[in-house]
């Protein structure tokens, strides 16, 4: 499995809630509690987008086929307009009305849990896809995000929106199964279309995946990370020099292959740790490729700051409140 499809399953990006907008203006609606990754896809009309725990970031105008990635942010606003006064707060699956409820045309109906249609005319309609990230490997994935990135329309992406805008108006078996597909499609488009609008200075991880040899290497070491990788195998796998594959690793991914291997590992086992299942300190360890706890009990202590036993304790009292 390649590198950024294995993340974005480990993160659990897989999972998707989808819910369609279909607004008449003047509208305005705030997320508060937002899960730390989310994706607007505009169908149709346009909206405003602006992230409210973030001032530092601008806000953005979308138009129809636009895809706006929002990461990191908790509470933003999505509107017809920047000037529309606040009308709802979405916060925790309720919804609190703001000012006249007159002026709130078919926001019971659209803010339902399952909501498809034509919408009406003159209507922006939006997909809101909501990612709810997993452990530490949701942590990885959010790091490698901006705030805030937009993707205008465009050939590649709107296929995928065609589909997604084709199967939204429609009420048949399996509806939601494709949906979810579609928009993890969505997603993957979006993340590439971000980094190409990056220009030539691509984001790190970005580079080092698009690399043809470097990309090779990180694909073997989450294809297989308890194996007992050394630096001359990857060099191997990526077909450089022992020298020139630790030089060019380093440049790209930002660390040394060896050290990046041990925070993969650490962060597989972070997750392990916390799965409900009751992995054993040891048995996260073989799963990681350590044949000796103690030597894995020292390294995870050094990547997260406690021990392995301690992280699973502490990660079972946060479960439970």
Not at 167 to 174: K, L, N, S, T, V
Request: glycine share 8%; aromatic share 6%.
């Amino acid at each position: 499995m390649d590198t950024l499809s294995d993340l974005l399953r480990r993160a659990g990006a897989a999972d998707a809630q989808v819910r369609q907008l279909i607004q008449l203006p003047p509208w305005s609606i705030t997320y508060a509690q937002a899960p730390a990754l989310t994706v607007f896809a505009t169908l149709g009309g346009h909206a405003a987008l602006r992230l409210d725990d973030v001032p530092s970031v601008p806000p953005v105008q979308l138009a129809a086929g636009d895809i706006a990635l929002v990461a990191h942010s908790t509470r933003h606003t999505i509107s017809d307009d920047l000037a529309t006064p606040p009308q709802v707060v979405i916060s925790g699956g309720r919804k609190q009305l703001l000012g006249d409820p007159t002026r709130h045309p078919e926001l019971e109906t659209n803010l339902a849990p399952r909501t498809w249609g034509d919408g009406l005319p003159g209507a922006t309609r939006v997909l809101r896809g909501i990612f709810q990230l997993r452990g530490d490997a949701g942590r990885r994935l959010l790091a490698m995000l901006p705030p805030l990135g937009v993707v205008p329309a465009g050939p590649r992406t709107g296929a995928a929106l065609a589909l997604l805008a084709d199967e939204a108006a429609r009420d048949e078996p399996g509806q939601e199964a494709v949906l979810h597909r579609s928009l993890d499609l969505v997603l993957v488009l979006a993340l590439r279309g971000w980094c190409a609008l990056s220009g030539p200075v691509f984001p790190s991880w970005y580079s080092a995946l698009a690399d043809p040899a470097i990309g090779a290497a990180l694909d073997h070491l989450h294809t297989d990370p308890a194996r007992r990788w050394t630096v001359a195998d990857l060099a191997a796998v990526a077909g450089l020099s022992r020298a020139a594959f630790a030089a060019r690793f380093t440049q790209l991914v930002g660390q040394p292959p060896m050290a990046y291997l041990t925070d993969w590992r650490m962060t597989l086992a972070a997750d392990l740790l916390r799965d409900e299942s009751g992995t054993t300190v040891a048995a996260a360890a073989q799963a990681v490729g350590y044949q000796d706890a103690f030597a894995f009990s020292v390294a995870f202590k050094r990547a997260k700051g406690m021990s392995p036993s301690q992280w699973g304790r502490e990660e079972l009292a946060e479960a439970v409140r």
